[in-house]
């Protein structure tokens, strides 16, 4: 199994930027998919994107603004978020063992970071 620690979260005003990351332990990044998720206050909990399969994905709401990459030899991946927007403001949680589905992505073997909130102001 793979642990999951993030960083990175905190208070921007809209506009800014953000860089998070989730650093791996027990298994290499390369075993797995990986991924970003987030939950708004009272929203479920949503796709942001993923490096799977050589290929990266995104979110529409989120696509031209937040950028997903990893390093291999840090066994750590980063979602960098610029252009922050209020409603861009949620717990953002990595994922691994992520899955495409016709209904969209789902972490398989449910390993999850413990999230790192990101607020964004007005």
């Known amino acids: 199994q793979v642990q999951l620690v993030e960083s990175g979260g905190g208070l921007v005003q809209a506009g800014g930027s953000l860089r998070l990351s989730c650093a791996a332990s027990?298994?290499?990044?390369?075993?797995?998919?990986m991924g970003w998720f987030r939950q708004a206050p009272g929203k479920e909990r949503e796709f942001v994107s993923a490096?799977?399969?050589?290929?990266?994905y995104y979110a529409d709401s989120v696509k031209g603004r937040f950028t997903i990459s990893r390093d291999n030899a840090k066994n750590t991946v980063y979602l960098q978020m610029n252009s922050l927007k209020p409603e861009d403001t949620a717990v953002y949680y990595c994922?691994?063992?992520?899955?495409?589905?016709?209904?969209?992505?789902?972490?398989?073997?449910?390993?999850w970071g413990q999230g790192t909130l990101v607020t964004v102001s007005s």
């Open positions: 490096w799977s399969g050589g290929s990266t």
């Open positions: 027990g298994r290499t990044i390369s075993s797995y998919a």
């Open positions: 994922a691994a063992d992520l899955r495409r589905t016709t209904t969209g992505w789902r972490v398989l073997s449910d390993y």
